[in-house]
């Protein structure tokens, strides 16, 4: 039982090169939220879903796609990387249904040059 | 939306000692207020939560308490220890999945031995 697994751990990237974050839990969980972590400044919520084919947009969305085809994956889609997009990325997970706990990954440290 | 502020940023205690970190929330419809530590390298863990039909909330060591007329809420650390050393968050939310979390800018704590 891994819980949430995110890939890759670290990534470099080009300004206008364009990547894709993976992540993937296996606790059967409704809901699945991105945040981004920058120095003083918390984690801020850039796209979540409530469910399959179900994704909407939070506090930080601009630049970053994303997909909900299944219960297990929620990837995490730049197109167009670029310097300001330097961060590290957590997934986490959450049962819905009244049951208000997070589960995060483990994070993605995302370097953009 | 909802604003979360954090207080302090920074906290140095001798072992033994306790610890209180403060949030203050802006949006009166927030009812449910976690607290997240986060060790280097790894993703935020869940150590402590209330919700707002809730005042305070102990756990051996850690206890929560909630304000909701002044909305603000605190996390207390009593007989602080080495691996008591961290980043802590805290958080709001109006419940489940919707908007997911809103959180602070952390506080890092080291506990002195």
């Known amino acids: 039982n891994a819980g949430v697994t995110q890939t890759p751990k670290f990534q470099v990237l080009k300004t206008g090169q364009s990547m894709t974050l993976q992540c993937a839990q296996d606790?059967?969980?409704?809901?699945m939220s991105w945040y981004r972590q920058d120095p003083g400044m918390g984690l801020r919520l850039i796209h979540y879903?409530?469910?399959?084919?179900?994704?909407d947009q939070g506090e930080v969305p601009n630049g970053y796609n994303v997909s909900r085809s299944t219960t297990e994956d929620f990837p995490l889609r730049l197109l167009s990387a670029a310097p300001s997009q330097t961060s590290v990325y957590f997934c986490a997970v959450n049962p819905g249904g009244g049951n208000y706990g997070y589960t995060f990954g483990s994070g993605t440290r995302l370097t953009v040059v | 939306g909802e604003n979360v502020e954090q207080h302090p940023s920074t906290l140095s205690v001798q072992e033994g000692d306790s610890a209180v970190i403060k949030c203050t929330y802006s949006d009166s419809a927030s009812n449910y207020f976690p607290w997240y530590k986060q060790e280097l390298g790894k993703g935020p863990q869940l150590i402590i939560d209330i919700r707002s039909n809730v005042g305070e909330k102990k756990d051996q060591r850690i206890a929560v308490t909630l304000n909701k007329t002044a909305k603000h809420f605190s996390l207390h650390i009593t007989e602080t220890q080495p691996e008591d050393s961290a980043v802590y968050f805290c958080?709001?939310?109006?419940?489940?999945?919707?908007?997911?979390?809103?959180f602070g800018s952390g506080t890092r704590l080291q506990v002195q031995p």
């Open positions: 958080a709001a939310s109006r419940g489940p999945g919707r908007r997911a979390l809103t």
């Open positions: 879903s409530v469910g399959a084919g179900i994704t």
């Open positions: 606790m059967n969980h409704e809901y």
